[in-house]
């Protein structure tokens, strides 16, 4: 029996890490279906979009990535604040353009890919922080801020960071496709 629980947690492991690493090329993609087949149906999905980039850009403003655990600012009130604020980006996407396919990617391929994500990102950092992640883990919810605490504070935001993790690149990324979708939607 333990042979085939160990074969498991290997098949498993394989699937999280391929999932985890399409990520990034996934995301792309969900950019480029939403540019050729999405169309504008309502406006006020961009509410959503904006601030789930906010979320990223606080988030890519405040992580020295595998220097230092980031538990400030927007990461005092929630461990994966990157990831929802993919999830608000794509969510206004799929809500804008409300486009089965446009969905059902995002439905596909989000939670395979993002949850795979946080399972080997959470491992290690519990391997590189140990008890201090632990700690952390305990008081701060992964992926949905429960309540916002007092100890929320914007100071350790750098625009240099943002800029050295690229987060600049998704706003540029995110403008060119609103746009074709605006376009698209005068002709």
Not at 4 to 25: E, P
Not at 167 to 180: F, P, S
Not at 181 to 187: D, E, H, M, T, V
Request: with cysteine; proline share 3%; glycine share 6%.
């Amino acid at each position: 029996m333990g042979k085939y629980r160990t074969r498991l947690y290997q098949i498993t492991m394989n699937a999280i890490n391929f999932f985890s690493k399409l990520r990034v090329s996934a995301g792309w993609f969900f950019f480029i279906v939403v540019a050729i087949i999405g169309r504008i149906h309502f406006f006020w999905p961009i509410i959503l979009i904006v601030i789930g980039e906010l979320f990223r850009t606080i988030a890519s403003g405040t992580i020295v990535k595998n220097e230092k655990l980031a538990t400030s600012g927007i990461y005092s009130i929630v461990r994966h604040p990157l990831y929802l604020g993919s999830m608000l980006i794509g969510t206004g996407f799929v809500l804008m353009c409300m486009n089965i396919f446009v969905g059902l990617y995002f439905i596909v391929f989000f939670p395979l890919c993002y949850l795979s994500a946080i399972v080997l990102e959470e491992q290690s950092l519990e391997k590189r922080f140990g008890s201090d992640f632990h700690q952390y883990r305990k008081n701060v919810p992964a992926f949905f801020p429960i309540k916002i605490t007092g100890k929320f504070r914007s100071d350790t935001f750098s625009w240099k960071l943002v800029f050295q993790n690229k987060e600049h690149y998704n706003w540029l990324t995110l403008l060119a496709t609103i746009l074709i979708l605006i376009i698209k939607s005068r002709f």
